[in-house]
């Protein structure tokens, strides 16, 4: 039997790269749905009733949750080519614990960047800079947060690349000035066809922020 | 050579006993090193350094943080046993999914019961109750939340369950009235050893709350 494998994602989602990229590099054809946050589908509903978020994988009818299971997942069902986890269980635990580090702290502290004013927006930046000062000292002279091969914390966090533009935009910053190596691996991970693929023109995020901020209510100007 | 596993801790810590728990399933002896988070020690702020936080599972030296990426680890490295998480690639991100729900979830909920007033305080009552019953709903009639077998759902839950009662005491409300089935099953996990030797007594907790009101500056009566 041939998979049926479909993402409900959109597009802007850095949590939905993540498992666009993750099935890119194993050469999952996949049934892209875009879907429409403020009128969720009834699929979206079905298929993750408890957060009711994207992105979903659904794999043959089942429905996978929460985009850094479904890296995982994607990895374990189809394990040939790229791996994405190391197998070494402790090499594991850390990527997994630098997975959980972006997850907790990269989004809340971004979303001030573009979704807040005065004393928040300033707070927001200067977390949103000090988790990058940790995570490229993470990275330190290393090609990917794994070593040579491009994987699992290079995924969790280069959706995020795709907003840094407009991240320095609403916040007037250079990340470039604060975080010169992890910018060169952005640059570096774009350029993989898995990547490449499935993030959105910076360009293209910057004017989706005033339409984010309207449908959010956010009054900013 | 024989494994050096210390398990940096804190005794009233839901996360801690995930960890004492997943130990004990696997029968792996551990230097439990209790630690006093006012005034945090050496060894936690180097194995540690970017949370500052409990629990740390050292082995053979090595830094393994995060409770739910430390019983996966135990899993992993002790394959041998009881398996906490389920072989199939499906039913282990069904299981990481109920984790990562609980971690998401349940405490800050649970915070507010004993560690908030007036309306924050019912807010979080409510959402606590909400939460529960969500994951009553997805127990339903099994004896643990994977089937027959006692795993990682369990372990990433059962620790909230020796705070049951300080929620019940500081909440003025029966979780039992409200989830009789979810009280059935702790009463069922805390029936083995595992779970009885890491979860403290209850009355105990009852007793630390106030002080750790104090500790944190929250002034309720």
């Known amino acids: 039997m041939a998979d049926e494998v ?33 009128n969720k589908s009834p699929i979206l509903l079905e298929m993750n009733p408890v957060h009711k978020k994207i992105p979903v994988l659904i794999h043959n009818g089942n429905p996978v949750c929460e985009s850094l299971i479904q890296i995982e997942y994607i990895d374990e069902v189809w394990p040939s080519k790229t791996p994405l986890l190391p197998s070494d269980p402790y090499q594991r635990a850390q990527a997994k614990f630098w997975g959980d580090f972006i997850d907790k702290k990269v989004y809340a502290s971004a979303r001030l960047i573009w979704g807040a004013k005065g004393e928040e927006h300033e707070a927001g930046k200067k977390e949103f800079i000090e988790i990058l000062k ?76 005033p339409e984010l901020r309207k449908k959010l209510g956010i009054e900013i100007e």
Chains 1, 2 share one sequence.
């Not at 409900?8 to 054809?29: C, H, Q, Y």
């Not at 840094?164 to 250079?174: I, M, P, W």
């Open 6 to 38: 479909i993402l409900l994602d959109f597009w802007p989602s850095m949590f939905g790269m993540r498992t666009r990229i993750a099935l890119e590099e194993k050469n999952v054809k996949f049934d892209y749905r875009e879907q429409d946050l403020w």
């Open 134 to 209: 940790t995570l490229e000292s993470e990275l330190g002279d290393k090609t990917y947060f794994g070593g040579e091969t491009f994987g699992y914390v290079d995924i969790a966090l280069i959706g995020f690349y795709s907003w840094f533009e407009a991240y320095e935009k609403f916040g007037s910053f250079s990340i470039e000035a604060e975080c010169p190596k992890l910018i060169a691996w952005g640059k570096r991970c774009v350029e993989r066809e898995s990547v490449a693929k499935s993030l959105p023109d910076s360009e293209k995020i910057i004017k989706f922020v």
